[in-house]
């Protein structure tokens, strides 16, 4: 009996290895990662600054003068799409001065633009939209030139919503690719706002920006706008802004009296950080001047960029 018991017990050691080489090992199969959902939000910023000066001591015979510059532009967006609802926000900044030596502080570009939009798409490249945008400046503007007598003088053009535009859009939106967009209104009705316009009088005339004397707004009701806007690199380490601004009032409807703005950007990164910008302002308004004013600015600084969603590809 006691040597059953011992061969039952060596059979079944030595059948377990066997069992154990036959039995199939098996795997889990790896879960896939779901892809990270989209922001309700797509949000992004984009910032500058630049910095330049030169310093020539007071015995320099070469000629010329001490001055610094300082330029600063930021770009904020907040765009979200529901549906056939879609909301698109965007801030705007942009200032640069000079500070030079026997001429002293002089502003070279400046500019607060805030614009808001809700739209309803139609087809896949065409919406309908209201919308509300205002452009106006940051601080004091002058002219400067000479009085009777010879002397320099400055006088006051512009200031802190003086003039300050706030035009409310009605229409519809050609959106043909992620970095193009047009904005056919028209029914488009401004007003424009002169804070204390008295102060303009002498350098401007008697209507400064069109506001009638003794008032600090004008209305333009019955009004069209055409408003285009273009953002996209155009190489890996190169990106271009642009956007087209035209506004007509149908009382006036000629061409000399059509207001026209482009404002125009071209970034080029040379680093993580570091970047050179060259920016454009042209603008004819013939509430203002009869002729185009532009201006235009250069820089290297630094720059940084931060959005919580990535780019489509194109």
Not at 19 to 30: C, L, M, N, S
Not at 31 to 37: F, N
Not at 235 to 261: G, M
């Amino acid at each position: 009996m006691k040597q059953l018991l011992l061969a039952g017990l060596a059979g079944l050691l030595l059948a377990a290895p066997a069992r154990a080489q036959t039995t199939p090992t098996v795997i889990a199969t790896p879960v896939p990662t779901a892809p990270a959902p989209d922001p309700r939000w797509r949000k992004s910023l984009k910032t500058g600054l630049g910095l330049n000066e030169s310093l020539l001591s007071t015995n320099w015979r070469g000629g010329g003068v001490s001055t610094i510059g300082f330029n600063a532009l930021a770009n904020a967006r907040a765009n979200r799409k529901t549906g056939a609802h879609s909301f698109d926000n965007e801030a705007d900044f942009l200032f640069a001065f000079a500070q030079t030596k026997g001429l002293g502080y002089r502003k070279n570009q400046d500019r607060l633009y805030l614009d808001t939009k809700y739209g309803w798409t139609m087809s896949p490249k065409w919406d309908m939209f209201v919308s509300l945008n205002l452009l106006t400046q940051f601080a004091p503007g002058y002219k400067y030139d000479q009085d009777a007598a010879g002397l320099d003088r400055a006088r006051l053009t512009s200031d802190f919503f003086a003039p300050g535009f706030l035009t409310a859009a009605y229409g519809f939106e050609y959106r043909p690719a992620p970095y193009f967009h047009l904005r056919l209104s028209p029914f488009a009705p401004r007003l424009t706002v002169v804070n204390r316009a008295d102060r303009f009088v002498a350098a401007l005339g008697d209507t400064p920006y069109g506001v009638n004397p003794g008032h600090s707004t004008r209305w333009e009701i019955l009004a069209a706008q055409i408003l285009a806007e273009f953002d996209k690199n155009i190489s890996p380490n190169v990106n271009l802004k642009a956007r087209y601004l035209l506004f007509a009032n149908y009382r006036n409807i000629n061409p000399r009296e059509v207001d026209h703005r482009i404002d125009l950007g071209l970034t080029a990164k040379v680093g993580k950080y570091v970047n050179v910008a060259l920016n454009g302002i042209a603008l004819y308004d013939y509430d203002q001047d009869h002729g185009l004013q532009y201006s235009q600015g250069l820089t290297i600084g630094v720059a940084y960029a931060v959005q919580n969603f990535a780019d489509a590809k194109k």
